[in-house]
């Protein structure tokens, strides 16, 4: 989540010239998404003694990061930041069971980094016979999805709720993924989506963001994903890009709303040649024109958030936190912006 930033201060960043240097702001030991509001960041900070991650906070103005009064966990906290309903800054992020295995038994909680309140579960939403996961906060509203699967078939359904609403009121169930979809291969076979996983969620104002994958007869590559955005007053959707997942794990990563427009990047989190040659970066899409830009880069980003001033990119790290080597450069950078051109919309 982040708030808009104002004219002066985002025109300031956006002269400054290609060549400016990046600054580290963290380094996480591992592969951790990141999200930012008001220049406050939030990430999970992976601590190799202890084998835990940490739920971790880098303050606006603040020299270091500093790891939150909360238990530790032995799963990265996906947590997300955005204004409470009086717009000072606040988490939600998801619990789960202990590994090895997949997570079960995952609940939410928030924590005010205004308030000395401490860790709440979110009582009126989470189930205690489902996953409760991928939260995301905006002004005392929440959006989260929850699985209802079986096995090794996930079935996430999206809902919205408001912080404050009573438990026994029904939380809104929203689009969330695509149900059925026709091959791009073999345009005869329509039928029912498979694998269907929430990847990421964020909410700005009405508009929710989701990063979404999912496999489906007659398709190509080895899954589908997609960038959506869902608006909450009208409950319309729509497909805002769309990317087919092959051997080089071509993903949408970090979805981030400022001043009316959604910022992601395309990265390779497997072989490296699918986001080569001009494939790969960030990209912006204008809400309400729905027009596109990108800025063309190889570069793997395991987290990413666009604050339209500044690009915020976890780079150097491996998804296995075992892997000291490959994690020995694991940062999250400050970067200006890049020069940005309209391209044409990355859909199917």
């Known amino acids: 989540m982040r708030c808009i930033a104002i004219a002066l201060a985002t025109t300031a960043v956006l002269a400054l010239p290609a060549a400016a240097a990046a600054q580290t702001v963290a380094t996480p030991g591992a592969a951790t998404p990141v999200k930012e509001f008001q220049g406050n960041l939030v ?4 601590d190799r003694t202890a084998n835990r991650w940490f739920l971790t906070v880098r303050r606006a103005g603040a020299a270091a990061p500093e790891r939150l009064p909360v238990a530790s966990s032995g799963r990265p906290f996906d947590a997300d930041i955005g204004p409470d309903s009086s717009g000072r800054p606040e988490l939600v992020y998801q619990r789960c069971n202990e590994p090895p295995g997949v997570p079960r038994g995952c609940d939410l909680f928030v924590f005010s980094l205004a308030n000395a309140t401490g860790e709440r579960p979110v009582r009126n939403a989470n189930d205690p016979d489902h996953n409760d996961m991928n939260a995301t906060l905006w002004r005392g509203r929440i959006a989260w999805s ?46 029912p989506t498979t694998g269907r ?8 104002g009405e508009n929710l963001a989701l990063t979404v ?41 970090g979805p981030s709303f400022f001043n009316g427009r959604l910022g992601w990047y395309k990265a390779c989190l497997g072989d490296p040649s699918g986001c080569q040659q001009g494939r790969g970066g960030p990209f ?25 001033g500044l690009l ?28 940005y051109a309209p391209t044409r919309a990355p859909l199917r």
């Open 312 to 339: 915020y990119e976890v780079l150097g790290c491996s998804n296995d936190d075992t892997d000291v080597a490959s994690n020995v450069n694991c940062r999250v950078d400050a970067v200006p912006p890049p020069a």
């Open 146 to 191: 929850r699985d209802y699967g079986s096995g090794s078939e996930p079935n996430p359904i999206v809902y919205t709720k408001a912080l404050s609403a009573p438990r026994s009121q029904p939380s809104r169930r929203l689009p969330g993924l695509p149900q059925r979809r026709r091959g791009d291969v073999d345009r005869n076979v329509v039928g």
């Open 213 to 253: 994958s999912y496999g489906c007869g007659g398709c190509s590559g080895i899954d589908q994903g997609e960038l959506r955005l869902d608006d909450l007053g009208d409950g319309s959707t729509r497909q805002v890009a769309f990317q087919v997942i092959g051997l080089s794990g071509q993903s949408l990563v």
């Open 284 to 308: 912006r899409y204008a809400i309400g024109a729905r027009t596109y830009q990108r800025s063309p880069s190889p570069a793997r980003v395991d987290g990413f958030a666009d604050t339209g």
């Open 197 to 204: 996983t929430v990847r990421d969620l964020e909410l700005w």
């Open 43 to 46: 990430f999970s900070q992976f």
